[in-house]
């Protein structure tokens, strides 16, 4: 595809493995689950119910008189982007930039906590009103601006909000915004964080969340095995920092990696039943826009959320598209360890993705030790893999609403 | 006026500022402590909860501090007199 290209100059991260993409990077290699016991804020729980929650205190970022405009949700989101832009090295210096610099965000339930918290000051506490600034914090578009605002950032700000692409479609256009001339650079990405008790109830009356593991609660997403039992929620943040490449040769920017393909559809054919045709739609989309032959890419992110219908479509949908060269494809599930976290999975997924091509190491599907035999792929079980040449690596996405999201992250080589 | 409320306004202002309640005055200005409208419409709510009153919809010229605590006043001098 004839466009500027578009590389990627800082990566950005916080979820139940810790805070940093380095850090989480880490974490998802040597196996380690984020997952535990949910314990909700507050007197109602779920109990029984596993989620990978972010634990530690999150660095105090936010000015105390500006705390009641942030949700948890976008305190996460300018965390991440925080991280990406300071290894970017870029900041806004004049005029010019400030108008080609846009925020692309994602964001399933925005600031759900926000709004729950106003809920119960109606309906339980009896209040006739409730706090003035719910409705700036509890916007599906207030990490976006948040960060737009505190960067300067003042050219396209979007938010995507499509279930479970949110922050992969986020990513996506805006590489596309970048290629086609419309920005020099974006701070994409996304951020959840749902666990409250409304919505973590509203999950959990659709059936499809894995109940604890009985002795061990952080192996209890365990995707493409045989006796997975569902997905476990998350919460997370992530950044990439986007840039055409001749804006991160101008600042003689360190480059990370080459974004060189996006694919997106819609299944069509039900709202939550996973279509393997509509999920190969996007592969095949991001694998023409990127100009690479199934056999370049090594690696693929799996959406891999743990249930029995999505993981089986998606390894048919993916041996459909790599055909012969499926023999040497590996294809991992992180979600094994930092759990579904939604409109943020794109982005914590692409990450973890983009930092497989230069430490040639790829991290394993957790707790894998017996696989669904009809989900015919190198899973990754249990253990990375190291000393690998990548050359390009899909991380995949998909969505309740049918929607399916590919991105392909490639070294950067010169030229 | 007799101010009954300044040192509510000056305690609230401090904790949301997170500055020290000795360093604002009646005569302090909003705008110098950093204070937008946004944190005005925050204060008023505490304001309302801490006195018990509902303030209106009218939008009375905030400069200082003591502007917040007089309009404060003057619900709860009609309140008194209402009681």
Redesign the interface.
């Known amino acids: 595809m004839s466009g500027r290209r578009v590389v990627i100059t800082g990566l950005g991260g916080v979820s139940a493995l810790g805070i940093g993409a380095r850090q989480n990077f880490e974490q998802a290699l040597q196996g380690h689950s984020g997952i535990g016991l949910l314990e909700l804020k507050g007197e109602r729980q779920r109990p029984g119910l596993p989620a990978a929650q972010i634990r530690a205190a999150l660095p105090d970022i936010i000015?105390?008189?500006e705390q009641?405009?942030f949700d948890r949700n976008a305190i996460m989101g300018m965390l991440a982007a925080q991280e990406a832009l300071a290894q970017s090295g870029f900041a806004v210096e004049n005029e010019a930039e400030a108008e080609a610099s846009g925020v692309f965000w994602g964001t399933g339930m925005g600031g759900s906590t926000t709004l729950e918290a106003g809920y119960v000051d109606l309906f339980v506490e009896g209040k006739s009103?409730i706090?003035?600034?719910s409705v700036?914090a509890g916007m599906n578009n207030a990490a976006a601006s948040q960060i737009a605002l505190r960067y300067q950032f003042k050219g396209t700000v979007n938010n995507y909000s499509c279930a479970c692409v949110s922050s992969a479609q986020a990513i996506g256009e805006a590489y596309r915004h970048i290629h086609h001339g419309y920005a020099d650079r974006v701070l994409a990405g996304g951020s959840e964080a749902l666990l409250n008790y409304g919505v973590v109830t509203a999950w959990d009356s659709m059936r499809v969340l894995a109940p604890a593991d009985g002795t061990h609660p952080e192996r209890s997403c365990r995707p493409f095995s045989a006796d997975r039992n569902g997905l476990v929620l998350g919460e997370a943040a992530a950044a990439v920092m986007l840039e055409s490449l001749d804006s991160a040769r101008a600042r003689g920017a360190v480059i990370l990696g080459e974004l060189v393909g996006y694919g997106a559809s819609n299944d069509a054919s039900h709202i939550t039943k996973p279509d393997p045709l509509g999920q190969a739609r996007a592969m095949q989309m991001a694998l023409r826009h990127a100009g690479l032959a199934p056999q370049q890419v090594a690696y693929i992110n799996a959406h891999g959320a743990g249930t029995a219908a999505g993981d089986l479509a998606e390894a048919v949908s993916i041996s459909q598209i790599f055909g012969p060269a499926t023999q040497q494809l590996l294809v991992s599930s992180t979600k094994s360890m930092h759990g579904h976290t939604l409109g943020a999975a794109g982005a914590l997924e692409f990450i973890l993705t983009a930092q497989t091509l230069g430490t040639g190491s790829v991290p394993p599907t957790a707790f894998l030790e017996q696989a669904d035999a009809e989900c015919q792929l190198d899973l990754v079980p249990l253990q990375a893999r190291h000393g690998l040449q990548i050359e390009a690596a899909m991380s995949n996405s998909f969505a309740f609403g049918g929607s399916n999201v590919s991105l392909i992250v490639r070294q950067f080589h010169g030229a | 006026m007799t101010t009954s409320s300044l040192s509510a306004v000056i305690r609230l202002l401090a904790?949301?500022?997170?500055v020290p309640a000795d360093t604002i005055t009646g005569a302090t200005e909003l705008e110098a402590l950093?204070?937008d409208s946004?944190?005005v419409?925050?204060l008023i709510?505490d304001l309302e909860e801490e006195f018990n009153i509902q303030i209106g919809d009218e939008r009375p010229d905030l400069k200082v501090v003591q502007d917040i605590a007089d309009h404060i006043d003057r619900y709860l001098a009609n309140r008194s007199e209402a009681q």
């Open positions: 000015r105390t008189a009641p405009l009103r706090r003035p600034m700036v | 904790k949301s500022l997170d950093g204070a946004l944190t419409i925050e709510f």
